[in-house]
């Protein structure tokens, strides 16, 4: 059974970088089939697609948040990464990880995990 | 960059239909999924390419798409259908996944 799990720190100060990681069990992140990525929602409000990640290293991001977000893959580890650089307080969300074959629909999420911008 | 919209709120009585619509340029030529989020959880997936549905996703879940509107349609309205519903399409011409701003089921 697909599981992704987030994990990463649950605070962070502004202006510096958050990362987070993104384990898969049940699949492998070296699929043909799946991209990878990361969604995000601030506290009461939308959905926000931030990234996504293909194996052979074809990436996509959003281009408001392009500047200062990374995406990577680590194929020894099944787990791919997010790293969003100069946070503010806007930068607070829910962060998930997820699945997405053929850049359809994101079939698979992770629970998330609240990350909060504060001094 | 292609813009999706959906109503803020949509409120229906148990065991009536509920509607939610998911509008866009020409919506239609695109597939469509739609997502189920109830609070506190993570989004689920309810419908896939316009009108699919995931293993273990109610029947009462379906999907359509044509022209300028896609739309959810959930019969049969259960309490526990009670969430945000967010609906999403593949830009390819900007290549970026796009969200409408969601819309939340009431059941009264």
């Known amino acids: 059974q697909l599981q992704l799990q987030e994990s990463g720190p649950g605070l962070v100060k502004p202006s510096e970088t958050l990362s987070l990681t993104c384990t898969v069990s049940?699949?492998?992140?070296?699929?043909?089939?799946?991209?990878w990525g990361w969604v995000r929602q601030p506290p009461g409000k939308g959905l926000q697609w931030m990234a996504n990640?293909?194996?052979?290293?074809?990436?996509y991001y959003n281009p408001s948040l392009k500047s200062r977000v990374t995406i990577s893959i680590d194929t020894s580890q099944n787990q791919f990464s997010l790293k969003l650089t100069s946070v503010t307080a806007t930068d607070t969300a829910v962060y998930y990880c997820?699945?997405?074959?053929?850049?359809?629909?994101?079939?698979?999420w992770g629970h998330g995990t609240l990350v909060t911008v504060s001094s | 960059s292609y813009v999706l919209t959906q109503p803020p709120s949509v409120s229906v009585a148990p065991g009536q239909t509920a509607t939610i619509t998911c509008g866009g340029d020409n919506i239609g030529v695109r597939s469509v999924h739609w997502y189920q989020q109830r609070p506190g959880q993570a989004p689920v997936l309810v419908v896939y390419d316009d009108s699919d549905r995931p293993s273990g996703i109610s029947e009462r879940f379906s999907g359509s798409n044509s022209g300028n509107t896609a739309t959810l349609t959930i019969s049969r309205v259960e309490a526990g259908d009670e969430a945000d519903y967010y609906c999403q399409v593949w830009d390819g011409s900007s290549e970026h996944v796009i969200f409408a701003g969601g819309t939340r089921l009431t059941v009264l």
């Open positions: 997820t699945r997405q074959p053929w850049l359809r629909s994101l079939d698979h």
């Open positions: 049940g699949d492998s992140v070296s699929s043909s089939r799946h991209y």
């Open positions: 990640i293909y194996n052979s290293g074809k990436i």
